[in-house]
């Protein structure tokens, strides 16, 4: 296992689904049987139609660079190593998520640049979903 | 039934006849309270008539997180206690840097419901006890630990990303940014109380000057944009922003009295009414339409109009919430100053400048004046207040039509937004 350092998530109730399939090298979303929307960041209702429980779909992992930044200051362990990009993602379903472009020079990002999810295992229990340029 | 959208008003009118704020910076022998006393003194020394401690009645105070950067919780009697005003109510109320905007909020509608007439409203920080990293870390716990932490999010990062999107969305450019920052201290260097009261050129000519000094190559800086595009001197923090294009961490505190209106004339011949109150909030920035814009500041600019019966075009100055260069831009925009994409032109003009035709925070801004995050709301309206009555000194706008004031305070990324109109009677 590589040394990690960066700070983890506390994986609570509702949650557990999403990190587990990450362990799992999957990226799950929620799409709500009722209204049909995708929803991120998960939780107990859907936020558009109050349905409890919405169920659980496995996203393709494709999406875009919907913006970026590329950070050099951060004394947070584990991003005190240089710059890294921190970007906001838009998968194909249409959530978006913060994540870090990786696998690739920062000069070269740009926004609406293809990128597709991989994993880098932090634990046992977390492993942590990054975007690297599609291939 | 659909209420969300109904028309609101006050109950009654609220006025404020009395404003103060601390010394902004770092001051190690100094507490959250003992700077909330500081802006209290500053507030009864400079009011029109003198006011009786059992004048007050009510109060709220704005206060991101006592806990984390000074260990001291349930802050509010303390303060109410180091005042002598117990035993009156007083609440704290936590909106992250929008704090006080919300204090405020809260101490209007406790006066137009009737149930009180004279109410303190302010906030207070006390932030240089821990080191920057410990800063950054509390500020960071305003973004959500499941999700964003692990992707190393910090408050620079996520609105280098705004910048990043208008960038690329309109014909924003670096040099915008930093004129921001030029414009602003600018301002500051005029006001005593700033944390940096010194303009760029100053800060450039003092570091060539030690360069001097010390026999080492002097720097070939021209102009303040030569200066701030260098690394060395104005290292990137989160590309496209560099350090100058963040607000400091400041210790710092800012009150207000509000009243009923129809006893204002007891406390000032001068008044100003607070015309407009609006507040929302916004969905974390991953969720939001769009990147160039926060909805909850577009949100509360329109409840705020609305109850003041005004547009945009009547504002005649404003204190926006320049946490970063950007975040002046883009509130330039939201508030409806400019259109999306030309707020960047209106620094280019000169518009926003003192003696523009918007000027935009006269006061220094958070970025020179400091950004003392539960104090800054309260503490924009303190300019303001000042500005309209014609009472702020070497940096009271120039522009002729000062009646209309406008205060735009933004907690955390846009998750709340609270703006205020002032008018002056
Ligand atoms: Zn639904």
Redesign the interface.
């Known amino acids: 296992m590589p040394d990690w350092n960066?700070?983890?998530?506390?994986?609570?109730g509702e949650?557990r689904a999403y990190w587990d399939a990450c362990r799992r090298g999957q990226l799950l979303i929620q799409h709500c049987g009722q209204c049909g929307e995708y929803q991120?960041?998960p939780r107990g209702i859907c936020a558009h139609c109050w349905t409890e429980n919405p169920g659980w779909v496995a996203a393709s992992g494709k999406g875009t660079v919907?913006?970026?930044?590329?950070?050099?200051?951060?004394?947070?362990p584990?991003?005190d190593q240089g710059?890294?990009v921190?970007?906001?993602v838009e998968l194909e379903e249409g959530?978006?998520?913060?994540?870090?472009i990786v696998e690739c020079d920062p000069r070269e990002v740009s926004?609406g640049m293809a990128v597709e999810v991989t994993f880098q295992r932090a634990t046992d229990q977390i492993s942590?979903p990054y975007f690297k340029p599609a291939g | 039934m659909a209420t969300a959208t109904r028309k609101r008003r006050l109950g009654r009118q609220v006025a404020i006849v009395g404003a103060g704020l601390s010394q902004f910076g770092a001051f190690p022998d100094k507490d959250s309270r003992d700077l909330f006393v500081e802006a209290f003194q500053d507030m009864i020394q400079t009011m029109d008539q003198p006011i009786d401690i059992d004048d007050i009645e009510c109060a709220y105070v704005g206060n991101y997180s006592s806990d984390l950067f000074e260990t001291q919780g349930h802050t509010a009697p303390i303060v109410a206690d180091w005042l002598g005003m117990t035993p009156i109510p007083i609440t704290r109320i936590e909106n992250a840097c929008a704090s006080s905007g919300s204090a405020l909020r809260e101490g209007a509608m406790a006066i137009a419901s009737g149930m009180y007439d004279v109410v303190l409203v302010g906030g207070m920080e006390k932030m240089t006890n821990l080191p920057t990293e410990g800063v950054t870390d509390v500020l960071a716990s305003a973004a959500d630990g499941l999700y964003e932490v692990p992707a190393g999010l910090t408050f620079p990062g996520i609105f280098g990303a705004i910048a990043k999107a208008h960038m690329d969305r309109y014909e924003t450019s670096l040099d915008h940014l930093l004129k921001v920052g030029i414009k602003n201290h600018n301002n500051g260097a005029l006001n005593p109380k700033a944390q940096f009261n010194v303009t760029i050129r100053d800060l450039m000519e003092r570091r060539m000057a030690r360069a001097e000094q010390r026999g080492q190559p002097v720097p070939e800086w021209q102009t303040e944009l030569d200066f701030l595009n260098d690394d060395r001197a104005n290292p990137w923090i989160a590309w496209p922003l560099r350090l100058y294009d963040c607000a400091p961490i400041t210790d710092g505190a800012s009150c207000i009295l509000l009243v009923a209106a129809d006893i204002a004339h007891n406390f000032t011949d001068r008044p100003v009414s607070l015309a407009g109150i609006g507040q929302a909030s916004g969905k974390p920035l991953h969720d939001a339409d769009e990147l160039t814009s926060l909805s909850a500041a577009k949100e509360a600019s329109r409840q705020a109009y609305e109850m003041a019966g005004i547009t945009a075009d009547d504002v005649d100055l404003a204190e926006v919430h320049d946490c970063f260069t950007i975040a002046e831009i883009v509130a330039s925009e939201d508030l409806g100053f400019f259109a999306p994409g030309e707020g960047p032109r209106a620094v280019d003009e000169g518009r926003t400048a003192l003696d523009g035709d918007r000027p935009i925070n006269t006061s220094g801004g958070l970025k020179s004046k400091g950004h003392p995050v539960g104090a800054s709301g309260v503490g924009q309206v303190v300019e303001i207040y000042h500005q309209l009555r014609g009472e702020a000194g070497e940096r009271q706008a120039k522009k002729s039509k000062l009646e209309v004031g406008l205060t735009h305070n933004v907690g955390g990324t846009g998750g709340t937004c609270v703006v205020n109109v002032l008018r002056r009677e």
């Not at chain 1, 960066?6 to 609570?12: E, G, I, R, S």
């Open positions: 960066k700070p983890l998530p506390t994986v609570v949650t991120f960041y919907w913006t970026y930044t590329v950070t050099y200051q951060n004394r947070t584990g991003f710059p890294y921190l970007a906001l959530v978006r998520m913060f994540s870090n926004i942590v």
